[in-house]
């Protein structure tokens, strides 16, 4: 038996939500994001849409009152005499939020993850616009199906809406390997990678390694309770949404019941250890949960993280 994320139930007559609804639920979202926005601010950052961090400048000779923790040691003994590193700050972002569109995606006990990815890719590029940054969007499922360079402004914002909610997948399988490697290759200028995904899919974490090098990668999980845990509903099917493989299962079992939480405990431990030793921030978003504290939770850490790196180099 595979890790609940692998399979969902059968849904007769599921279908996508209504384009009118999706839209009157954006307007929302963008009222809202100003307590978002406000949330996220952090220390000398506007928020985190402001400052992504530091570009190097040049080598200096140290001057009295300058921090001695830009002292870069090396030119200092080369020399024989104090050097420092000065750094630029980056005063606007570039934001690509990359969306998983495969066929998990549809999967949700009440609200599916599909349109929680929706609702928190809006907040956030509602969020970025209102800083004047730079968004875009790459959808992938198991290739890249769409790809919308970044650009600033609400026109821009409009379009990227209209593409997330009238796209229609090509594929229902997952490989988010493809988006990472073809992200490392497209993007040249540094960029905040935002990844929305349940992420279950083939091996990536090599890609992801090295489109880290060059940009700050992000990763926004979306689960649904159901995932996690199976009701007691008798004998159900299980379908895997990708590969449309289908098993009957026992779910009044109550050893059934325990040795699937206990593999999907496991899976999770196992992703999050992953993404810790590949040093990307992560989060896990329920989809019958809030996410606003969450975000707010997650991108303070992500501010911190930032000004660290920034005083190391």
Request: a neutral charge; aromatic letters at 8%; proline letters at 4%.
């Amino acid at each position: 038996m595979q890790p609940a994320r692998d399979y969902q139930i059968l849904c007769g007559g599921c279908r996508m939500d209504d384009r009118t609804e999706l839209i009157r639920q954006l307007k929302k979202i963008d009222l809202a994001t100003g307590v978002l926005v406000e949330g996220l601010q952090s220390g000398p950052h506007h928020s985190v849409f402001k400052g992504q961090g530091v570009e190097f400048s040049e080598i200096r000779e140290y001057v009295p009152g300058d921090d001695i923790r830009s002292i870069d040691w090396k030119v200092t003994a080369r020399y024989n005499h104090p050097f420092i590193k000065e750094f630029t700050e980056e005063r606007d972002q570039t934001f690509y939020f990359v969306v998983d569109i495969s066929g998990s995606s549809g999967f949700g006990s009440d609200t599916t993850k599909q349109r929680k990815i929706l609702e928190v890719t809006a907040s956030l590029a509602f969020a970025a616009v209102k800083n004047n940054d730079r968004i875009g969007l790459v959808l992938f499922s198991d290739r890249v199906e769409k790809f919308i360079p970044a650009k600033r402004g609400r026109k821009h914002l409009a379009q990227i809406f209209n593409v997330m909610i009238d796209h229609v997948a090509a594929s229902p399988k997952t490989d988010l390997a493809v988006a990472a490697k073809f992200l490392a290759g497209a993007l040249s200028r540094r960029s905040s990678i935002v990844i929305l995904s349940d992420f279950a899919s083939p091996a990536f974490f090599l890609p992801l390694r090295i489109l880290r090098r060059r940009h700050e990668v992000l990763a926004i999980r979306i689960a649904d309770p159901r995932e996690q845990d199976l009701p007691d509903v008798g004998l159900i099917e299980l379908e895997d949404p990708e590969t449309g493989e289908q098993v009957l299962v026992d779910t009044s079992d109550p050893g059934f019941r325990q040795r699937y939480r206990t593999l999907v405990t496991e899976a999770d431990r196992a992703l999050h250890a992953e993404f810790a030793k590949n040093r990307i921030a992560e989060t896990a978003l329920l989809t019958d949960e809030p996410y606003e504290i969450p975000l707010k939770r997650f991108f303070a850490g992500v501010v911190k993280r930032r000004v660290s790196y920034a005083r190391v180099l």
